[in-house]
């Protein structure tokens, strides 16, 4: 996400980048909005040509949207 947003798309974030809405955790058979939010974040911090403050505020961002 940071690599679109700063022009610097690495080829080591594509996975992140792609995938990043498709993570939704669910609980009882309802989306669980916190769950889903820690495991994007889990997931935008395998792309190490990021910082943790941008990682963080995408998450903050977009964490619990649901498509």
């Known amino acids: 996400m940071y690599g679109l947003v700063q022009g610097n798309n690495?080829?080591?974030?594509q996975d992140a980048i792609h995938s990043y809405f498709d993570v939704v955790s669910y609980r009882h058979g309802h989306?669980?909005?916190?769950?889903t939010a820690k495991d994007r974040?889990?997931?935008?911090?395998?792309?190490?040509?990021?910082s943790d403050?941008?990682?963080?505020m995408i998450d903050r961002t977009f964490g619990s949207v649901i498509k």
Not at 10 to 13: A, G, K, P
Not at 53 to 56: G, K, L, R, V
């Open 41 to 50: 974040l889990s997931l935008t911090r395998q792309c190490k040509s990021t």
């Open 31 to 35: 989306p669980d909005l916190n769950q």
């Open 53 to 56: 403050e941008f990682t963080s």
């Open 10 to 13: 690495s080829q080591e974030c």
